[in-house]
């Protein structure tokens, strides 16, 4: 069975230092992965895609990710955090071609300090 | 361009009461969703429309019934409000595959007392 890891809860990055979320995954085929951000009372909003073309994917505001698929992983990176970075990040993993299998994590909480 | 556009944005109910979630989207897309979030357990499937004319159900449908009105409209309905169904609720849709992003709406927060 799939299923997604995000293994910090909560991330805390000072204005203008690197960005890392990390996320893990399990699955039995060869898995589409997403990334997407969730800002206050907003839906969630598509940052980033991974369909077995590059391993390094470049997302929407300066956002990139890289499938490791030796390590199970899809950290999603940013060179230097801005303050409209604070907001949630869930990492998601597709498989097959079933609806029902779109598994997302619990979420990471980004916040950006001044 | 709205996107996915959900109705209401806040409800209040109490134990028993009933209530319809609202959600059109403006994109042709064929599949829609319907999601719940609670705090540390990401989003959660309540039931899906893979395309117009079918739904099927989820991981947590129980107490929840859904229509899939026509392409463009897809709600939620809740027979029998319970506490545990306090939560936020989000509609998506996609292109068909489940490979497809989804595009989501800004959330109905309800609260059951």
């Known amino acids: 069975a799939q299923s997604v890891t995000q293994l910090d809860s909560h991330v805390s990055v000072s204005e203008g230092t690197p960005v890392l979320l990390r996320c893990n995954y399990s699955?039995?085929?060869?898995?589409?992965l997403f990334w997407y951000v969730q800002h206050p009372n907003k839906g969630l909003q598509l940052l980033l895609k991974?369909?077995?073309?590059?391993?390094l994917v470049k997302g929407i505001n300066g956002f990139e990710a890289e499938f490791k698929k030796s390590e199970t992983s899809f950290h999603l990176t940013k060179p230097s955090a801005h303050m409209s970075d604070a907001a949630e990040y869930f990492c998601v993993v597709s498989e097959g071609t079933s609806y029902d299998k779109v598994i997302f994590g619990p979420g990471t909480s980004l916040s950006v300090i001044p | 361009n709205a996107g996915v556009t959900q109705t209401p944005k806040f409800q209040v109910l109490k134990t028993g009461q009933s209530m319809t979630l609202q959600c059109a989207q403006d994109m042709n897309h064929n599949s829609m969703y319907w999601y719940r979030q609670d705090p540390g357990m990401g989003l959660r499937l309540i039931y899906y429309s893979a395309s117009e004319g079918t739904t099927d159900k989820g991981e947590v449908p129980n107490g929840y019934n859904v229509s899939r009105l026509n392409k463009r409209e897809f709600s939620l309905r809740l027979e029998s409000a319970a506490p545990s169904q306090t939560s936020v609720y989000f509609c998506?849709?996609?292109?068909?595959?489940?490979?497809?992003?989804?595009?989501f709406g800004n959330g109905t927060r309800l609260t059951v007392t």
């Open positions: 998506a849709s996609s292109w068909t595959g489940s490979n497809s992003p989804l595009h």
């Open positions: 699955s039995s085929y060869s898995p589409s």
């Open positions: 991974y369909t077995s073309a590059a391993t």
